[in-house]
């Protein structure tokens, strides 16, 4: 019933539409200054990770399989995240203000916060995952006020060839 509401609800969407905005435009701004100032380097954060890794109240490494994926190949392609961290922060950022592609959107800033979670970092993530589950798990109804009400009945029509995706019974 809650997911109904939360994924066909006209009402619903304009809610959906304010917490997209909000989540979208501190993902934008995030990466866009990161972008701007052309300096942004995640060696730091990522040695800082590996030195000081989440513990248990006994003391030991909560995420080891985590530390050992920042060790054996982010921390040597590093690189790699100097650009798509601060581009993924921005495209995520443009897609949840723009409505277009809005469950992509979601679902690439969650796997963000994840990783810095993951990495130790708390602030604002535990409100960011939960405000993009919420985008997450209403689907379409997320960007029905925005780009995806044209986009997505495009995918369907030319990539997916009309076909309707198969509805979930409860």
Same mark, same amino acid.
């Given at each position: 019933?809650?997911?109904?509401?939360?994924?066909?609800?006209?009402?619903? =969407?304009?809610? %959906?539409?304010?917490?997209?905005?909000?989540?979208?435009? =501190?993902?934008?701004?995030?990466? %866009?200054?990161k972008i701007q100032s052309g300096a942004f380097n995640a /060696?730091?954060?990522?040695?800082?990770?590996v030195a000081n890794p989440v513990?248990?109240?006994?003391?030991?490494?909560?995420?080891?399989?985590? #530390?050992?994926?920042?060790? /054996?190949?982010?921390?040597?392609?590093?690189d790699i995240f100097?650009?798509?961290?601060p581009?993924?922060?921005?495209l995520v950022g443009l897609g949840l203000m723009l409505g277009c592609l809005t469950t992509a959107a979601a679902f690439f800033g969650l796997v963000m916060n994840f990783s810095f979670f993951l990495a130790g970092t708390v602030s604002h993530i535990p409100t960011d995952l939960f405000l993009g589950f919420i985008i997450l798990a209403?689907?379409?109804?997320?960007?029905?006020?925005?780009?995806?009400?044209? #986009?997505?009945?495009?995918?369907?029509?030319?990539v997916l060839k009309g076909k309707e995706p198969a509805k979930q019974h409860a």
């Open positions: 019933m809650f997911m109904n509401l939360l994924r066909e609800n006209k009402i619903v =969407a304009g809610i %959906l539409t304010i917490l997209r905005l909000y989540l979208g435009y =501190a993902w934008f701004t995030a990466g %866009l200054g /060696s730091g954060f990522l040695g800082n990770a513990k248990g109240p006994d003391g030991s490494v909560v995420y080891a399989w985590y #530390v050992k994926f920042l060790e /054996s190949f982010a921390i040597p392609n590093v100097n650009f798509i961290v581009w993924g922060e921005t209403a689907g379409y109804n997320a960007g029905r006020i925005g780009l995806d009400r044209w #986009v997505v009945p495009f995918i369907r029509k030319t």
